[in-house]
């Protein structure tokens, strides 16, 4: 189905039919229980490491494993390639969206006449009608038909609508073209009038939507003067330069900046610990004697007044002194 716009003398919205999707989605993980610190705690593991450029990491971790294995694994990888593929697909469709690819289309230039059945226009301003629908083919390759008549359509049809797009069908348009059908009401003092512009689904190749939807606005606009003529030679030639060009529409650019960071941060939570864990275990692995395969505990005696400490508290019970750690009793911190 082609794309509708219409208004009439007391107003009205232009508006076109259109369709767009989006998609999105992403991945959820739970979290394995390993706590991991930059400070010590009760039972944790010291896996502080150098890295290759001699910078020291202070890292306590809950996990005995920390440093000891690599963290790369067939499941990581295989979420890595995943969420890579699934961010291209999301960013390839939402660019895409985001672009009015233009180009001419190629309608039969004999679809160009006036059809003056309200009798409307004179024999100048139809003149002057078709040259200006002949440079809107030389920009397009669309054909454009003006076709007027009166209200008697109201008998018949509930919406203007309805009767453009028989109409287009009627005179036997392919999906390249355009009617302007522009209805007057004769039966009243004063000038009354409703129209539609209809166009065939090809026509978004040379007529972008934004394009079209100024089209109908300036029309709306120019009719102000109630004179056709005037009316559609302001609005076709607002639009003229805008025929069968590749336009990106820039206010969408945000919502591309949110998909980057969407993803960006299922990387980080994927990539930031594993690259700490990595680095950790190229360290241990070059220096295996750095490596502490005993938990911290906590000091027994308070440095402060001497007490002991039974219950393996953090602080002591009686000044409130706050414990060291030890590492197998060989490192305090």
């Known amino acids: 189905m ?57 890292c306590y971790t809950s996990s005995a494993e920390f440093g000891t294995k690599s963290a790369w694994n067939v499941g990581i990888i295989f979420a890595l390639i995943f969420l890579t593929c699934h961010m291209l697909l999301m960013l390839g469709a939402f660019g895409a969206s985001m672009v009015d690819f233009g180009g001419k289309v190629s309608g039969d230039p004999a679809r160009i006449f006036i059809a003056d059945n309200a ?19 030389d920009a397009s390759g669309m054909p454009v038909t003006v076709y007027t008549d009166d209200f008697s359509w109201k008998k018949h049809y509930d919406r203007l609508a309805v009767y453009s797009e028989e109409l287009y069908y009627r005179i036997g348009f392919d999906e390249d073209a355009m009617i302007i059908l522009f209805t007057v009401n004769k039966d009243y003092d004063f000038y009354d009038w409703e129209y539609d512009m209809y166009c065939g689904d ?47 529409n820039w206010a969408e ?35 295996p004697d750095k490596l502490s395969d005993n938990p911290m505990v906590l000091y027994s005696d308070c440095p402060n007044c001497g007490a002991s400490n039974a219950t ?22």
């Open 2 to 58: 082609g794309r509708h716009g219409g208004g009439s003398r007391s107003g009205g919205s232009s508006r076109s039919s259109r369709s767009s999707s989006r998609s999105s989605g992403g991945s959820r993980g739970g979290g394995s229980g390993v706590r991991t610190s930059s400070k010590p705690f009760k039972g944790c593991y010291n896996r502080s490491y150098y890295d290759r450029f001699g910078r020291l990491h202070t």
């Open 119 to 137: 009798d409307v226009l004179t024999d100048d301003e139809e003149k002057d009608i078709l040259k200006l629908l002949k440079d809107v083919y």
């Open 202 to 248: 090809d026509t978004t190749k040379c007529l972008s939507d934004e394009a079209f939807d100024k089209l109908l606005n300036n029309f709306q606009k120019g009719m102000s003067g109630q004179n056709l003529a005037d009316a559609l030679d302001y609005a076709w030639n607002s639009v003229i330069d805008d025929l069968a060009k590749t336009k990106i």
């Open 253 to 287: 650019m945000p919502v591309l900046v949110i998909i980057v960071i969407f993803y960006g941060i299922f990387y980080m939570a994927l990539l930031g610990g594993r690259k700490k864990q990595n680095d950790a275990y190229r360290y241990f692995k070059k220096n």
């Open 312 to 333: 393996q508290n953090e602080v002591c019970p009686y000044c409130g002194s706050l414990l060291k750690m030890s590492d197998g009793n060989k490192k305090f911190v």
